[in-house]
């Protein structure tokens, strides 16, 4: 991995029908703050990841890696450039599309999981299913799902039953069980001990390969990189390979 | 609904204490609307039982004294009567006196009594249920409230200081009250005696029998009475039958200061199910941003809250008003005014629910303002 602002851009290498689906960041720029404390977090960032392909950004705390993941979730408005899921800009939708796109499209898994304190792990997936309106069997089924990141023997645990790493698989079987298109990653090792931490992203790169899903994991952890199909790196809001 | 129904079994302890409060206030409020009703009951159902439209008072007459100033002349019923609008009218006569009651067994108790002087052969001659109707000049027809303190048919009741003495001859079998004190009627003419402080063997005053506190309006059928127009005619002050409530000795500020209380209670149980959603939604703010980071939309997220807000407070409502019958039920049974009545407590109830989901909604607007972004880690 190298990191230097004079690299291709991350996307450079794919071209034709690959570009289309998957997760596409063209040009964007986001500053936050006002008047003389603004900052620059994305300056002209450049990123495409396929469906199926598992992209980490690394970088430093403050670098832009978290206003990534919000612009591309659909979370923020970018000041410039455009954000297209398989193809359509959600950047300008309004807050009402957005939030459409992002029960329907966009999956997250969060640090710590964060899961819903009153849910059951199965119940998590099922929640998941009702916030974006799928019946049964329109999406995964949450107890196969959950069996297959090894959490169905804890289905009936509530996060505060579980232990963190636990709590990641739940988190990464709710946000896969719509099916989503793109897999946001938010520092899934932070809380995690080494080994648990080789397990969740051994986890996340099979899943982004089984489910055909475009993943960004953004973290701190360089320990856990070896499981991703590539390696972005942030400095001061711009990635670079 | 998913997450509300999930969200209420596991934090019980929480929504239960909430509803716990709100349950101690259903309590409360049907205490006090029983009380309420109670004291309408103890204060003006003499009146509510008469079949008038409206009464007629000496011209000038204010509403909270007016059955204790108020004298018309006979003569202004008739005027009264001869109007298109009016089907009926006559002369009422209303006074509150000290009397005692012998027994059958020769035993004395005091008693206060409410005496309404009608005419036997009028509209206002009470139906009795039990005994003789009106007609003997002697003879009294009794509230049931009368008999239940202890007093029977045949009893004898002497007016203090006059010594006149009156015979139970009849009840009407539910209970008439004004001013707290138990109505007996008699025979117009045997009240203006009373009236004008003629004893036994007495002669009234000039005048007496010309005498009575208020004309009685029954308004002709499928009309309304032009008040106002009579009252020019008749030289008098006419007030709607509710309206003379007000005439009930301490009826207005019994009920005033119970209504104060009780529209008290209403705020408070808004004040406490919105302060509890506030916090509640306060305590889950990070939560919630994450639900909507996941695209639940507001309306999903506040209509999540508002079913919470609508289950406890249906449920601790009814609990408490279960309570509060009960607890009622024993009242009823005492000297207390008081008395359990299905309509006012269906509207307590659902002032109570209603309120309290207007608290709810105004303290889930806060949803609105969580941001999703917090659910990033590099966000919080």
Same mark, same amino acid.
């Given at each position: 991995?190298?990191?230097?602002?004079?690299?291709?851009?991350?996307?450079?290498?794919?071209?034709?029908?690959?570009?289309?689906?998957?997760?596409?960041?063209?040009?964007?720029?986001?500053?936050?703050?006002?008047?003389?404390?603004?900052?620059?977090?994305?300056?002209?960032?450049?990123?495409?990841?396929?469906?199926?392909?598992?992209?980490?950004?690394?970088?430093?705390?403050?670098?832009?890696?978290? #206003?990534?993941?919000?612009?591309?979730?659909?979370?923020?408005?970018?000041?410039?450039?455009?954000?297209?899921?398989?193809?359509?800009?959600?950047?300008?939708? #309004?807050?009402?599309?957005?939030?459409?796109?992002?029960?329907?499209?966009?999956?997250?898994?969060?640090?710590?999981?964060?899961?819903?304190?009153?849910?059951?792990?199965?119940?998590?997936?099922?929640?998941?299913?009702?916030?974006?309106?799928?019946?049964?069997?329109?999406?995964?089924?949450?107890?196969?799902?959950?069996?297959?990141?090894?959490?169905?023997?804890?289905?009936?645990?509530?996060?505060?039953?579980?232990?963190?790493?636990?709590?990641?698989?739940?988190?990464?079987?709710?946000?896969?069980?719509?099916?989503?298109?793109?897999?946001?990653?938010?520092?899934?090792?932070?809380?995690?001990?080494?080994?648990?931490?080789?397990?969740?992203?051994?986890?996340?790169?099979?899943?982004?390969?089984? #489910?055909?899903?475009?993943?960004?994991?953004?973290?701190?952890?360089?320990?856990?990189?070896?499981?991703?199909?590539?390696?972005?790196?942030?400095?001061?809001?711009?990635?670079?390979? | 609904?998913?997450?509300?129904?999930? +969200?209420?079994?596991?934090?019980?302890?929480?929504?239960?204490?909430?509803?716990?409060?709100?349950?101690?206030? &259903?309590?409360?409020?049907?205490?006090?609307?029983?009380?309420?009703?109670?004291?309408?009951?103890?204060?003006?159902?003499?009146?509510?039982?008469?079949?008038?439209?409206?009464?007629?008072?000496?011209?000038?007459?204010?509403?909270?004294?007016?059955?204790?100033?108020?004298?018309?002349?006979?003569?202004?019923?008739?005027?009264?009567?001869?109007?298109?609008?009016?089907?009926?009218?006559?002369?009422?006569?209303?006074?509150?006196?000290?009397?005692?009651?012998?027994?059958?067994?020769?035993?004395?108790?005091?008693?206060?009594?409410?005496?309404?002087?009608?005419?036997?052969?009028?509209?206002?001659?009470?139906?009795?249920?039990?005994?003789?109707?009106?007609?003997?000049?002697?003879?009294?027809?009794?509230?049931?409230?009368?008999?239940?303190? *202890?007093?029977?048919?045949?009893?004898?009741?002497?007016?203090?200081?006059?010594?006149?003495?009156?015979?139970?001859?009849?009840?009407? *079998?539910?209970?008439?009250?004004?001013?707290?004190?138990?109505?007996? /009627?008699?025979?117009?003419?045997?009240?203006?005696?009373?009236?004008? *402080?003629?004893?036994?063997?007495?002669?009234?005053? +000039?005048? &007496?029998?010309?005498?009575?506190?208020?004309?009685?309006?029954?308004?002709?059928?499928?009309?309304?009475?032009?008040?106002?127009?009579?009252?020019?005619?008749?030289?008098?002050?006419?007030?709607?039958?509710?309206?003379?409530?007000?005439?009930?000795?301490?009826?207005?500020?019994?009920?005033?200061?119970?209504?104060?209380?009780?529209?008290?209670? /209403?705020?408070?149980?808004?004040?406490?199910?919105?302060?509890?959603?506030?916090?509640?939604?306060?305590?889950?703010?990070?939560?919630?941003?994450?639900?909507?980071?996941?695209?639940?939309?507001?309306?999903?997220?506040?209509?999540?809250?508002?079913?919470?807000?609508?289950?406890?407070?249906?449920?601790?409502?009814?609990?408490?008003?279960?309570?509060?019958?009960?607890?009622?039920?024993?009242?009823?049974?005492?000297?207390?005014?008081?008395?359990?009545?299905? *309509?006012?407590?269906?509207?307590?109830?659902?002032?109570?629910?209603?309120?309290?989901?207007?608290?709810?909604?105004?303290?889930?607007?806060?949803?609105?303002?969580?941001?999703?972004? &917090? &659910?990033?880690?590099?966000?919080?």
């Amino acid at each position: 991995m190298t990191t230097s602002h004079t690299s291709p851009r991350p996307d450079s290498r794919r071209t034709g029908a690959e570009e289309r689906g998957g997760l596409r960041v063209e040009g964007v720029t986001l500053a936050l703050g006002d008047g003389d404390a603004t900052v620059t977090a994305l300056d002209d960032v450049h990123l495409h990841v396929a469906s199926g392909e598992f992209v980490a950004v690394v970088g430093p705390s403050g670098s832009g890696k978290s #206003s990534l993941l919000a612009v591309a979730g659909a979370l923020t408005t970018p000041d410039t450039g455009r954000v297209l899921l398989d193809g359509v800009d959600i950047s300008r939708a #309004s807050s009402r599309e957005k939030a459409r796109h992002r029960r329907e499209r966009i999956g997250f898994v969060f640090q710590s999981g964060n899961l819903i304190p009153a849910l059951t792990a199965l119940d998590q997936l099922r929640f998941a299913l009702d916030v974006a309106g799928r019946r049964a069997g329109d999406g995964h089924d949450p107890r196969e799902l959950l069996d297959r990141v090894g959490m169905g023997h804890r289905a009936g645990h509530r996060p505060h039953q579980l232990s963190g790493g636990e709590r990641q698989r739940v988190g990464i079987a709710r946000a896969l069980v719509t099916r989503p298109a793109v897999l946001l990653v938010d520092e899934p090792t932070a809380a995690l001990d080494r080994a648990r931490s080789d397990d969740i992203v051994t986890l996340l790169a099979h899943e982004t390969h089984e #489910s055909a899903v475009a993943t960004i994991m953004v973290t701190h952890d360089h320990d856990v990189l070896g499981h991703c199909d590539r390696v972005l790196s942030m400095v001061d809001g711009r990635l670079s390979e | 609904m998913f997450l509300a129904w999930r +969200e209420l079994v596991f934090a019980r302890a929480r929504f239960g204490l909430m509803g716990g409060v709100v349950a101690l206030i &259903a309590i409360l409020v049907v205490l006090l609307s029983g009380l309420s009703s109670g004291l309408v009951n103890d204060g003006v159902s003499g009146l509510q039982r008469l079949p008038v439209t409206a009464f007629a008072f000496a011209e000038g007459t204010k509403t909270d004294s007016a059955f204790s100033r108020s004298t018309v002349n006979v003569n202004q019923a008739r005027t009264w009567k001869g109007r298109d609008d009016v089907g009926d009218a006559v002369p009422f006569g209303n006074m509150l006196v000290n009397a005692k009651v012998t027994t059958a067994a020769g035993a004395q108790t005091p008693i206060d009594l409410a005496l309404f002087g009608v005419d036997p052969g009028s509209f206002l001659a009470p139906a009795v249920s039990d005994g003789a109707g009106l007609g003997d000049p002697d003879g009294i027809v009794v509230s049931q409230t009368v008999l239940d303190d *202890g007093v029977a048919i045949g009893d004898t009741v002497v007016i203090d200081r006059l010594g006149t003495r009156l015979k139970v001859i009849g009840t009407t *079998g539910d209970q008439r009250t004004f001013g707290h004190v138990d109505v007996a /009627y008699l025979p117009l003419r045997t009240w203006q005696q009373v009236h004008a *402080g003629a004893g036994p063997g007495d002669e009234a005053r +000039e005048g &007496a029998y010309e005498e009575a506190t208020a004309i009685a309006l029954r308004a002709r059928d499928g009309n309304e009475i032009d008040l106002s127009g009579g009252d020019a005619a008749a030289g008098t002050t006419s007030m709607t039958l509710e309206d003379s409530f007000g005439a009930s000795p301490g009826y207005t500020a019994e009920i005033s200061t119970l209504t104060l209380i009780q529209v008290f209670l /209403y705020a408070i149980s808004a004040l406490v199910v919105g302060t509890f959603f506030t916090v509640w939604t306060i305590q889950r703010k990070h939560e919630l941003a994450v639900v909507r980071a996941m695209g639940a939309s507001t309306g999903y997220l506040m209509r999540d809250t508002m079913i919470q807000a609508t289950v406890i407070l249906t449920v601790s409502t009814a609990v408490g008003f279960l309570m509060g019958v009960g607890g009622g039920a024993l009242l009823t049974t005492t000297p207390m005014p008081f008395a359990l009545e299905a *309509g006012p407590l269906v509207v307590a109830a659902l002032l109570l629910v209603g309120l309290g989901l207007a608290g709810a909604a105004a303290a889930v607007g806060r949803i609105v303002r969580v941001d999703p972004l &917090a &659910a990033l880690g590099g966000q919080r």
